[in-house]
């Protein structure tokens, strides 16, 4: 049999092969192929989420505004819902029996053997109240968790509100970390603080067999964490000051933003029309946040942040501090109101210096100011010499935060709009343009766009004669300050000598015979207020009105800013409604014939217009 | 007569023996770890009652292994040329019990196949395969193997054939597959291996078939036929004939796969080989075993999860997997060297049989060797492969580790009586 000796080193062969093949195949799928590792653990590894216990809010003063309060989610799984009597569930929730269909059919849409919520934000008593009947109902189960609960009925635009994940966001990664049906700030501060606030998650892994029943804890708990609270936060905000203010705007539309100007702390911010936040938590918020959305007033609008609009005659003292700075002129240097070239508001004394211009809001003076600016003869070529001019005055007016995001810590910030010289080479063209086409800006009309909130940081940056704090809402987080960001200094490249030289007139408006701001002078309680006013032409109807001030004016603790849409002269009721929020703020009463302003200024905007008779 | 220590002490292949006993050991770990429960207390012999030990696979196979060394001295003490002379007798005997089987045992997991004596219980087909080898071992040697005549071998294909269409009436097709593994032995004892090419061309076929549609199959055939005679006409032009009816062969091979796939195999059969082509058909259905499988095996990384630690067995998502799926918990608990070291156990053990198998001198005495490494060489092969999803899942235990007295027992006869035999072969000499 010596010839099939040999066959004996190929049934070795076989053996060999096989056990190759097998060792090679083990060391792919054990060695190389890690993805069996992460379906293991997808297997048997449950994660139970702890939910942090969110960061309180506080105002200015330390009362609490936002905390947390138990509520209880009803949840279904809809395989286990056995004979369900929907007449007799439907009555005992008190929900009318087509809602509590529909909820069903959701619920077994979005999963028949995972728990979805069937009705939420539910209180403790409306929990109560069914909760020894839901027994007879298998399937049903209900669910504690941490919802927010409010302490005031004003600043719901600074707060901001809190809502389940949407599945939009859980796509972003840095939302990576969040579950389906979790709660997180939706707007406002809630949203921008929202990694502060939230606090760390604890998470506990269990083992679980092929039928999910718990086997223990993973590796003993080694991998387990306890959740971390959030950071409480400590706003700028004072809810008095900011009610006060609220209740002046009830009925208008329009904005106020007070601010600490040594701090860039923002101590009212008032979005018109306002509404209540506790309007978006608890059981029916979404049906309220409907109503709000579909409300053509818009109160979800948060106008300071998002609103631009031309600034009016407030941005004159713009355009006089860059042109002071350009040193193309003084504040003695005169300029005729000459009407030929842009209309004034009113016939006045000649405007001799600058002091007088801001007094009465010279339009033709401040037209000659900022044409001085642009015309400056740096080509003979007229166009270009706009061009440039524009160009260069543009730069400054953007170091006071115009035209750009300011970097408040809330999200939806408008940047507005400062017009560059490309600007008007694409609506007009290149070389068809001259500063006959762009001096609107000169008055703080036509092109331009700013917020409440820049207008406001303009003020604060006059208050301190150059230079300004980031506006920001938290002055504190945790036991610690406010972020790095809220601690920097910036200038905005004027000299301080030049807002000396504007302030006496910004006085003047307010404390000056015939000034257009008097109706907010505080001078009967010592305070002097430096302001301007502003009436902001409006193509769709009635003018805006305006008022930015800041006091008291040698010694500056509030900048403020006013604007009602459709309020005509900016004198009228935004100067008085300014002088109701800063003598609140600095002696925290109102003089007693104040009272009359008080009673006057709610209600709606269209009363202040004195409608010319033609 | 000697007495038996001293008549095997130094006759018996005692790295053989080594090889055994570090197989049921390293298999019984492995069976405590995929039967083990945290619940267990941490002293279990002491504190647990009989009964209770006994709903624990780990303590039954103690008893299985127990048994299983009692077996070897039986083995042992039987004189080894009794196997020469009663294979035909245990050969009949066998027949008639697997024929009754069906009739007296009654229905475990959808096959009549296990036999109940009290406690204990047996499943014929796994002693069939030891008789039939011994059988066949005999026949061979009593043929003359070089004037092998066609009814020589038409009887030993009966001979080999008739346990397994037996075993697979019973519904047991995993058993009965592993008959296959004859064809090994007899490939070694002179058999044409034109057999053994054209049942490894019908598997590739098989596969082919199912993977790649039947038309373009046949037409990259024929392409590659036209091409090697066109290429090498000189030569080749005379076997024109041949080719025709290879090709012929291999169209009748291709529609008899199809055939066969759809009209002769069973339901779970034919899924379990689709499952086998495309793993990721239904996870949760008739996939479940492989994916889940792949999934322990696949977790358990370079050197594995370590002793008692493994998830995916100890919480059931495995099935079987004390029995057919030990190998999952050797593959998760030891990782890949664990495997390794597995795999080289088997390589050792075959390789030591063959070795053993080559130095008889009998006819009779190779042929069974060869018998007892294909068989051991098929369910390691078959059950390794199905854990790791290299071949369809067939219900056939890993030998020495899978729990299970009847596998434990049948494969443990069947090596001992080749070391037996072997030892005589040694005492034969020693006397002349």
């Given at each position: 049999m010596q010839y099939l000796e040999g066959r004996k080193y190929v049934v070795q062969a076989i053996f060999l092969a096989v056990a190759l093949v097998f060792a090679t195949r083990l060391f792919y799928i054990q060695v190389l192929d890690s993805s069996y590792k992460l379906a293991a653990d997808r297997n048997t590894l449950q994660r139970i989420v702890q939910p942090p216990y969110r960061g309180l809010i506080y105002d200015r003063k330390g009362q609490i505004l936002v905390q947390n309060t138990p509520v209880y989610d009803l949840m279904v799984v809809p395989r286990e819902v056995k004979q369900l009597d929907t007449l007799r569930f439907s009555q005992l929730l008190q929900l009318p029996l087509e809602e509590v269909r529909e909820g069903l059919q959701q619920a077994r849409k979005f999963s028949r053997v995972k728990a979805s919520p069937l009705v939420q934000n539910l209180n403790t008593q409306e929990l109560a109240a069914i909760q020894d009947n839901l027994?007879?109902?298998?399937?049903f189960s209900v669910k504690a968790r941490m919802a927010r609960s409010y302490n005031t009925h004003t600043m719901a635009h600074a707060l901001g509100y809190v809502g389940s994940i949407t599945p939009k966001l859980l796509e972003r990664p840095q939302y990576a970390k969040y579950q389906p049906g979790e709660f997180l700030g939706i707007t406002g501060l809630e949203s921008f603080y929202e990694k502060q606030l939230m606090g760390r998650r604890g998470v506990q892994y269990r083992m679980v067999n092929v039928r999910g029943i718990e086997k223990g804890?993973?590796?003993?708990?080694?991998?387990d964490t306890l959740s971390v609270a959030g950071q409480d936060l400590h706003l700028s905000l004072d809810s008095e000051l900011q009610g006060y203010a609220e209740k002046l705007m009830a009925g208008k539309r329009g904005s106020v933003v007070a601010l600490d100007p040594k701090t860039g702390e923002i101590l009212a911010f008032v979005s018109a029309p306002m509404f209540d936040p506790e309007m978006l938590s608890g059981k029916g918020m979404g049906n309220r946040y409907m109503e709000l959305l579909n409300n053509p007033e818009q109160p979800l609008f948060n106008r300071p942040l998002m609103a631009t609009y031309?600034?009016?005659?407030?941005f004159k003292l713009v355009n006089e501090l860059v042109a002071l700075q350009a040193g193309v002129v003084t504040p003695n240097t005169p300029f005729a109101c000459n009407f030929k070239l842009v209309r004034c508001t009113h016939r006045h004394e000649y405007p001799s210096n600058v002091g007088i211009a801001i007094k009465q809001s010279c339009n033709p003076y401040f037209y000659q100011v900022m044409r001085a600016t642009v015309l400056r003869g740096r080509s003979s070529n007229r166009f270009e010499d706009a061009r440039l001019g524009l160009g260069e005055w543009r730069r400054q007016v953007m170091k006071f935060g115009l035209g750009e995001k300011l970097g408040v810590d809330m999200g939806n910030e408008k940047r507005g709009l400062v017009p560059s010289p490309e600007f008007y080479d694409k609506r007009n063209g290149y070389h068809r343009w001259t500063y006959r086409t762009v001096y609107s800006l000169s008055i703080g009309q036509g092109e331009i766009g700013i917020t409440g909130l820049q207008m406001a940081n303009v003020m604060a940056t006059i208050a301190n004669r150059g230079w300004y704090y980031t506006p920001h809402f938290v002055r504190g987080i945790g036991s610690g300050g406010p972020l790095p960001e809220y601690q920097v200094k910036h200038t905005v490249g004027v000299d301080a000598q030049h807002f000396e030289a504007i302030v006496p007139g910004m006085m003047s408006v307010v404390d000056g015979n015939g000034g257009t701001g008097n109706n907010a002078s505080l001078a009967d309680v010592g305070i002097s207020v430096a302001g301007k006013t502003g009436t902001v032409q409006n193509p769709h109807g009635d003018d805006h009105a305006t008022f930015a001030a800041f006091a008291p004016a040698q010694d500056p603790q509030i900048a403020i800013v006013v604007f009602i849409e459709n309020a005509g002269f900016g004198g009228s009721s935004a100067a008085p409604l300014a002088a109701l929020v800063i003598e609140k703020h600095l002696r925290g009463k109102i003089a007693p014939w104040r009272h009359r302003w008080e009673e006057w200024l709610p209600g709606p905007a269209d009363r202040f217009i004195k409608r010319r008779k033609y | 007569m000697n007495s038996l220590p001293a008549r095997y002490n130094r006759s018996i292949d005692w790295v053989t023996v080594l090889l055994y006993l570090l197989m049921v050991g390293v298999g019984w770990l492995n069976v405590y770890a995929a039967s083990y429960s945290p619940d267990t207390p941490a002293n279990p012999l002491s504190s647990l009652s009989f009964g209770q030990l006994m709903s624990y696979d780990w303590f039954k196979q103690i008893i299985w292994i127990g048994t299983a060394l009692l077996l070897v001295v039986m083995v042992l003490v039987v004189d080894p040329k009794a196997y020469d002379t009663l294979a035909y007798g245990l050969y009949g005997l066998m027949i008639v019990l697997l024929i009754i089987t069906p009739f007296i045992a009654r229905p475990i997991a959808g096959s009549r196949s296990w036999l109940e004596l009290g406690p204990v219980r047996l499943q014929p087909a796994e002693f069939a395969k030891f008789i039939t080898a011994l059988a066949a071992s005999r026949y061979l040697a009593s043929i003359n193997l070089r004037q092998q005549s066609f009814r020589d071998q038409l009887v030993l294909a009966g001979l080999t054939l008739l346990p397994p269409v037996l075993i697979i009436a019973a519904n047991e097709t995993g058993q009965a597959l592993v008959?296959?593994?004859f064809l090994l032995a007899y490939f070694r004892e002179g058999m044409s291996p034109i057999i053994l090419l054209i049942l490894a061309a019908g598997a590739v076929i098989l596969i082919l078939a199912l993977l790649v549609p039947k038309l373009w199959l046949l037409a990259g055939f024929t392409v590659l036929l036209v091409i090697a005679l066109a290429a090498n006409w000189r030569t080749l032009r005379h076997y024109i004939p041949l080719s025709l009816g290879v090709w012929a062969v291999v169209v009748g091979m291709v529609f008899g796969v199809d055939f066969f796939f759809n009209n002769v195999l069973q339901d779970h059969q034919r899924k379990r080989i689709e499952i086998l082509i495309n793993p990721s058909a239904d996870p949760l259905g008739v996939g479940w075993n492989v994916t889940q499988s792949k999934i322990a095996i696949g977790s358990g990384?370079?050197?594995?999860?370590?002793?008692?630690?493994?998830?995916q067995t100890k919480f059931d998502f495995v099935p079987a997997q004390s029995t057919d799926f030990i190998f999952c918990t050797v593959g998760e608990e030891w990782g890949w060297l664990g495997s390794i070291v597995t795999i080289g156990l088997f390589m050792g053990l075959l390789g030591r049989i063959g070795y053993v198998a080559e130095r008889q001198k009998s006819v009779f005495g190779r042929t069974y060797g060869y018998c007892v490494a294909s068989i051991i060489f098929f369910h390691f092969c078959i059950n390794i492969g199905m854990t790791i999803g290299l071949a369809p899942v067939v219900g056939i235990p890993l030998p020495f580790f899978s729990y299970g007295g009847s596998s434990l027992w049948s494969f443990t006869t069947l090596l001992f009586i080749l070391l037996a035999i072997d030892a005589a072969r040694k005492q034969d000499l020693e006397r002349y």
């Open positions: 027994i007879d109902f298998p399937g804890a993973f590796r003993g708990g080694e991998y031309p600034p009016g005659s407030t | 008959f296959a593994a990384g370079l050197a594995g999860k370590g002793f008692l630690q493994g998830t």
